[in-house]
């Protein structure tokens, strides 16, 4: 029995701001039990619900010596479906109503969390035969591990895995400032953590883990280019030996349009009719006109200038003024982004509905109920929102970028294959010309629409396939020298 930690900022269903706690939340279940005992590591945030916390059992406390002194890391545990969970408690590093806050606080915040999840193993006696980290915010636990633990015992064996979930985010702040670093030895913090100038927390975890992935196979190749790099695809290009693309899959059992309750009617490929249902009920929720004719665009998103919405604003008027559409966005993030759609909302009141916030309830009603699914993103990793929409034949329109290039294949008539809309170049005319075309199959060619939406519904994002390939990882790497 091989043992893999799972170290995370955010997992279903305790913290989510995004795809990544979808990920940390799913694929823990799907990794084969009888070969992997597999663990989570989360912070034990303040704002993590209160429901949640009640079931979490106290385990223990350490106070573990770090550069402010000696701190208190509290450990409480849990189980999901059979897996153990465990929340590292502080309340000095862990409070505030979000997860992540000004990004001076959490480089100190999250290396604070590394090396506590480091601390915390050999307390709860479980040693890892690899610890899988994600993102920045866990990409230091590869390099305190070779900076302090390589003479230690326990953890003579372990290996690690970073994924890439998002390179833009890197944990950069100046580099004398963080104080849960300041004891690194000086080759660490001015060497491999540094880039332009700037600590970089994920540029010294790609260069200390035993390897890497990104979260399709496509992202793995744009990382290594200047375009999709952001700073670092010299890095990439260095460690392309230990660096994979392992697409994401969903957690079919949550989206499954048979069975979700937060859904009206329930439907599946051979009722699909049932599907309308669920768009009438979507439309009288958000107050928008009941039209079955109407092509509804659905968007559950961060707004963030990732996702593309940059696009929607040159086209906003003149899609409103020459297409029977409607429009029901859910999302948080920037103002400007939320400022855009809440302005169009106000504009046409029965054809735009932009729910700021986060809610799980209008996010499923809008996978349910949408015809299309937009996401026109600058760059996408791999992209979670269009495998969901999909397993709810709500056919998306996308940008062909990373992992939106993997998993969604452009609609050709001729052949009668594809299973969704795309565009290529970053640009408001594309998007506009492409929701153009999807309009007019979905008007003008029911049938050949139908046939998109069963496609999409036929197609098989559970985990199962992606799971084998991070067990492959994990085996290979174990079995691998040195
Ligand atoms: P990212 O991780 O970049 O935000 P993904 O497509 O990988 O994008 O995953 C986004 C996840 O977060 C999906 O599960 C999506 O449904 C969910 N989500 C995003 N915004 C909201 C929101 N405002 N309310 C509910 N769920 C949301
Ligand atoms: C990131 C990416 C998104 C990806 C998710 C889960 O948030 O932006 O594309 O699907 O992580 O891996």
Redesign the pocket.
């Known amino acids: 029995m091989k043992k893999i930690l799972f170290a995370a900022s955010e997992g279903n269903p305790y913290i989510k701001t ?3 706690a ?2 940390v939340g799913a694929l823990p279940k799907y990794l084969d039990k009888e070969k992997f005992d597999v663990r989570v590591f989360l912070p034990k945030y303040l704002c993590i619900s209160e429901s949640y916390k009640q079931n979490m059992k106290y385990v223990t406390e350490i106070y573990a010596h770090m550069p402010r002194g000696s701190e208190y890391i509290g450990i409480y545990e849990t189980k999901v479906e059979g897996i153990p969970y465990y929340f590292i408690d502080n309340e000095h590093y862990f409070a505030g109503d979000n997860p992540y806050n000004q990004i001076f606080e959490d480089v100190n915040k999250f290396a604070f969390y590394c090396r506590a999840v480091l601390a915390s193993l050999p307390e709860i006696g479980f040693c890892p035969d690899i610890i899988h980290c994600h ?1 920045w915010q866990t990409s230091l636990i590869p390099v305190f591990l070779d900076a302090f633990y390589r003479d230690n015992h326990f953890y003579r064996k372990t290996k690690t895995v970073l ?1 890439i ?2 390179q833009k985010f890197q944990g950069r702040w100046r580099i004398d400032d963080i104080e849960n670093c300041r004891d690194l030895p000086a080759n660490y913090r001015y060497k491999d953590m540094e880039a332009y100038g700037e600590t970089n927390f994920l540029k010294a975890g790609i260069l200390h883990a035993d390897r890497v992935n990104a ?1 399709s196979e496509n ?1 793995a190749i744009e990382i290594q280019g200047q375009e999709g790099g952001e700073g670092l695809d010299g890095v990439m290009r260095e460690v392309s030996e230990k660096l994979s693309g392992i697409i ?1 899959g969903i957690d079919v059992e949550e989206y499954n349009p048979r069975k979700d309750k937060k859904l009206t009617a329930h439907f599946s490929i051979k009722s699909l009719a049932k599907k309308q249902k669920n768009k009438e009920v979507l439309q009288e929720t958000l107050g928008l006109k009941k039209d079955s004719s109407t092509m509804l665009i659905g968007i559950v998103s ?1 707004m963030t200038e ?1 996702k593309g919405f940059e696009l929607l604003t040159s086209i906003m008027d003149e899609m409103m003024n020459t297409l029977n559409v409607q429009i029901a966005v859910l999302g948080t993030g920037e103002d400007r982004f939320q400022d855009f759609f809440q302005h169009y909302d106000w504009k046409y009141p029965d054809r735009v509905s932009a729910t700021i916030g986060y809610s799980e309830e209008i996010a499923h009603m809008i996978y349910g109920g949408a015809d299309v699914f937009l996401m026109p ?1 600058q760059f ?5 929102s269009q495998l969901i929409s999909m397993r709810y034949g709500t056919i998306p329109i996308v940008r062909e970028t ?2 939106l290039k993997d998993t969604v294949e452009a609609y050709n008539e001729i052949w009668h294959t594809g299973n969704g809309f795309s565009f290529s170049n970053y640009d408001a005319g594309e998007l506009l010309m492409i929701i153009r075309y999807a309009y007019d199959i979905f008007q003008n060619h029911p049938k050949d629409w139908k046939e998109i939406m069963k496609r999409c519904m036929n197609m098989d994002h559970s985990w199962k396939n992606s799971a084998k390939k991070y067990e492959n990882l994990y085996l290979e790497l174990l079995s691998a020298k040195g």
Do not use: A, I
């Open positions: 995004g795809g990544l979808d990920v993102d994924t979930h998002n979260v992202y994401n961060r990732q993103s996408e990793p791999c992209g979670l990373g992992g």
